[in-house]
């Protein structure tokens, strides 16, 4: 079945730095979803990719979909403490949404 | 705030009862999805109804199982609980499948079976 790997499992940066999670399918996606959950949260949808090559952005926040719709990347420029919380892919094929294990961020002032 | 409600937050409940979680989905959304999240993990995928059907399940036993209604609200049911069942459970809620445009989650409903 469909998986969606996700790395780092942990990530703790200096306040400016920059950070990235990664995201990786055994499958060929329909499209994918970044989702942001704060600790004690719900998760928050953040955007949507669905073209190859795709390229997003959010002040901030540069999503990637690969060529081949099996990888997403996103990258965070210059991290605040307000970016803390735990960054999750989900993944679309075939009507089958999977999330990854998310990627916990944590931001030291 | 998403417009997505569900109740209740937190429950207990013993091995072996059953348990119902109900979810009102953001208005003019006529997709629910339901998710469970174990303590430091994903979101993993139950199942999704869509204007009352089921559209797609996870890799869940048939012991978990949902309703649609009319109004487009939703329950999740679990019978004969066991203690892994204990999680956070989330229901997301969104315009038309299948692609789970622009989902919208609740703050969740935390079970715990003892």
């Known amino acids: 079945g469909q998986q969606v790997m996700q790395i780092p499992q942990y990530q703790h940066v200096q306040e400016g730095e920059d950070f990235t999670t990664y995201c990786n399918s055994s499958?060929?996606?329909?499209?994918i979803q970044w989702y942001k959950q704060r600790p004690g949260g719900h998760p928050v949808f953040l955007i949507q990719?669905?073209?190859?090559?795709e390229v997003k952005k959010q002040k901030r926040l540069t999503f990637q979909f690969g060529e081949a719709k099996k990888n997403s990347s996103l990258h965070i420029t210059a991290t605040q403490t307000t970016d803390v919380g735990t960054y999750f892919c989900?993944?679309?094929?075939?009507?089958?949404?999977?999330f990854g294990a998310g990627t916990r961020l944590t931001v030291k002032p | 705030e998403t417009g997505v409600t569900q109740s209740p937050t937190h429950l207990i409940k013993t091995r072996g009862q059953q348990v119902t979680l109900r979810c009102s989905s953001q208005?003019?959304?006529?997709?629910v999805s339901w998710y469970q999240q174990a303590l430091g993990q994903g979101p993993q995928f139950i199942f999704q109804?869509?204007?009352?059907?089921?559209?797609g399940r996870g890799n869940f036993p048939p012991r978990f199982s949902g309703l649609q209604f009319p109004n487009y609200s939703s329950e999740l049911n679990v019978n004969a609980l066991e203690l892994d069942d204990s999680a956070l459970y989330l229901c997301?809620?969104?315009?038309?499948?299948?692609?789970?445009?622009?989902?919208?989650f609740g703050q969740g409903t935390r079970l715990t079976v003892v």
């Open positions: 997301a809620s969104s315009l038309d499948l299948p692609r789970h445009t622009d989902a919208f």
């Open positions: 499958t060929t996606l329909s499209n």
């Open positions: 990719l669905v073209k190859s090559g």
């Open positions: 989900a993944g679309l094929n075939n009507n089958d949404m999977r």
């Open positions: 208005s003019g959304h006529n997709t």
């Open positions: 109804y869509y204007r009352e059907e089921e559209n």
